[in-house]
């Protein structure tokens, strides 16, 4: 029997940049799961340990975290560590990251698959490659392992390796190394270890083609990432043994506050940040802000979102709130400021007026219908008027977002606090 660990899609070196300073916890995580995977290899006796492309980010990572990759594979000389070049990390030549000082000076258990190629295993099973050279290409890259196969022993068990898409109807892009949903079979591979989508996928080819996804979620999205496969084939013809290995390190989490429901919002928050604590160092942690606010009730929210996020390894506040005054604030923002006040009813218009919101048409004239009787209410734009408004500064109004008027608002009104201060 035949063992092995098939991983893909490490994307070492991935910025995070959403994160800021912080994503540089991110990329040392992936470090602590790469030695946990190889770690599980060996506590399972595995022959070897694929690596189906991506292992990096880019060509441009820094040598220290490329050092440190290799390390963690010379630290398990019995495991022999097959790699190959992804569309992240195509093979290019003299200046890709597969020829920097640390891969050339690599110990003897690290084989890269510069070129495509066929490396005996032993006991007669053989791994066929077809490594990457560009990022973007319409050819499917298992059919260099249909042509490698076709020089091997018709009984021998044949692995491949590779890296693309599934060629599934309206699934991919045409130029995204499409893979064909047979190509294992096609090619009389008994397993064919891919890597490219970054969520676990083994029902293909009469589950011989196996995607394992990143073994670190990079996303909240990412509901079956975390995984490495270990893969056990008897002998040519028999159907792989498929297992998914949970290794990730950190966790990935989105937790909402609407403003909507803002007390029963809080208590399900401050219970479910209380549940996730223990694990607060391994945790991403996004909240995201809802819902129609007051400016002080948005401040008062937003400090104590941002207290509660602290402990978290990376904790993310999103404000997609809608700043809204009460009657009582707006009539006095109309006395004493009615050029702001102005200009935030012409928002309000705008927000009305921008395409995809008119549902929201009968929204406005509630906040005036609760005004004092002594305060005038401001006068509202036409459409013809705002787009003759915009026309000079070329603003689309179609481009003007949700968001972009929360923004809007939220800087106006701070502006306020800052100069009334
Ligand atoms: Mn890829």
């Known amino acids: 029997m035949y063992r092995l660990i098939h991983s893909a899609d490490w994307q070492m070196g991935a910025r995070f940049a959403q994160f800021g300073a912080r994503g540089g916890r991110l990329r040392e995580a992936r470090l602590v799961t790469l030695r946990r995977a190889l770690a599980l290899a060996r506590d399972h006796a595995a022959d070897a340990f694929l690596i189906a492309g991506d292992l990096f980010e880019d060509n441009q990572v820094d040598d220290s975290l490329v050092a440190a990759v290799v390390d963690c594979f010379r630290a398990h000389p019995e495991l022999r560590v097959f790699l190959l070049p992804g569309n992240h990390d195509p093979y290019t030549g003299p200046d890709c990251v597969w020829q920097r000082r640390a891969f050339l000076a690599a110990p003897a258990n690290v084989h890269v698959f510069r070129e495509a190629g066929v490396v005996e295993l032993g006991d007669g099973a053989f791994l066929l490659a077809s490594p990457l050279h560009q990022k973007l290409s319409t050819t499917d890259p298992s059919l260099k392992l249909a042509e490698l196969a076709a020089?091997?022993?018709?009984?021998?068990?044949?692995?491949?390796?590779?890296?693309?898409?599934?060629?599934?109807?309206?699934?991919?892009?045409?130029?995204?190394?499409?893979?064909?949903?047979?190509?294992?079979?096609?090619?009389?591979?008994d397993y064919l270890a891919i890597g490219h989508w970054h969520n676990w996928l083994a029902d293909m080819d009469g589950g011989r083609i196996v995607m394992p996804g990143t073994p670190e979620p990079d996303r909240f999205a990412n509901d079956a990432s975390g995984n490495v496969?270990?893969?056990?084939?008897?002998?040519?013809?028999?159907?792989?043994?498929?297992?998914?290995l949970p290794v990730s390190t950190l966790a990935w989490r989105s937790l909402a506050f609407d403003f909507l429901s803002a007390e029963a919002s809080r208590a399900g928050l401050a219970a479910t940040m209380a549940e996730l604590a223990p694990a607060a160092e391994r945790t991403v942690l996004r909240v995201t802000l809802a819902g129609t606010a007051s400016p002080a009730a948005l401040v008062e929210v937003r400090s104590w979102v941002e207290a509660a996020l602290a402990p978290f390894l990376v904790g993310q506040l999103v404000d997609r709130t809608r700043v809204a005054l009460g009657p009582i604030e707006l009539a006095d923002l109309r006395s004493r400021h009615p050029i702001l006040a102005q200009v935030l009813a012409d928002i309000d218009r705008l927000e009305i007026l921008a395409p995809g919101q008119l549902s929201a048409q009968a929204a406005p004239a509630s906040a005036d219908a609760t005004l004092p009787e002594n305060v005038p209410a401001p006068s509202s734009l036409t459409l013809a008027e705002v787009q003759a408004l915009l026309a000079p500064s070329k603003i689309d109004l179609t481009r003007l977002d949700p968001e972009f008027f929360g923004q809007l608002r939220r800087l106006l009104l701070q502006t306020l606090q800052e100069v009334a201060s």
């Open 229 to 244: 496969a270990l893969v056990e084939l008897d002998a040519h013809g028999r159907p792989p043994r498929v297992r998914a």
């Open 151 to 189: 020089g091997l022993p018709a009984d021998a068990l044949k692995i491949g390796l590779t890296h693309g898409a599934l060629a599934i109807e309206a699934k991919h892009q045409p130029n995204d190394f499409p893979i064909a949903l047979d190509a294992a079979s096609r090619a009389g591979l």
